[in-house]
């Protein structure tokens, strides 16, 4: 299993752009799937984004088609979320999380589907 820990939130007005960053460690990186989530307080968490173990295949919830995008370093164990147009509805805190997929399922993603994940990294967008 994975270790993961989330970086790159903070304080961003409407309309601005922000990149997070989730950094693991541990064996056969590129064997695992990445989800990121997002959760604010008092409601469900919602499922964003996926990005397969060959950094390729890639999934989006509607809420952020277009103006989010994930993709993965994998010889620096990072995988990435790009946010723009930023909305004060995505204030959250937003975690990566992994599922393990072996060396048959690297074309896959379910934005659904992970095991465990990070300590999360706060994100306000706001005036």
């Known amino acids: 299993q994975l270790q993961l820990v989330e970086s790159g939130g903070g304080l961003v007005q409407p309309g601005g752009s922000l990149t997070l960053s989730c950094t693991a460690s541990g064996f056969t990186f590129a064997y695992y799937a990445i989800v990121w989530f997002r959760q604010a307080p008092g409601k469900e968490r919602e499922g964003i984004s996926c990005v397969g173990g060959e950094g390729v295949t890639t999934a989006y919830a509607d809420s952020v088609k277009g103006r989010f995008t994930t993709s993965r370093e994998n010889t620096k164990n990072t995988v990435y979320l790009r946010m723009s147009n930023l909305k004060p509805e995505d204030t959250a805190t937003y975690y990566c999380?992994?599922?393990?997929?072996?060396?048959?399922?690297?074309?896959?993603?379910?934005?659904?589907?992970?095991?465990?994940w990070g300590q999360g990294t706060q994100v306000t967008v706001s005036v």
């Open positions: 999380a992994q599922r393990y997929t072996g060396y048959s399922g690297r074309h896959d993603c379910t934005i659904q589907e992970y095991d465990s």
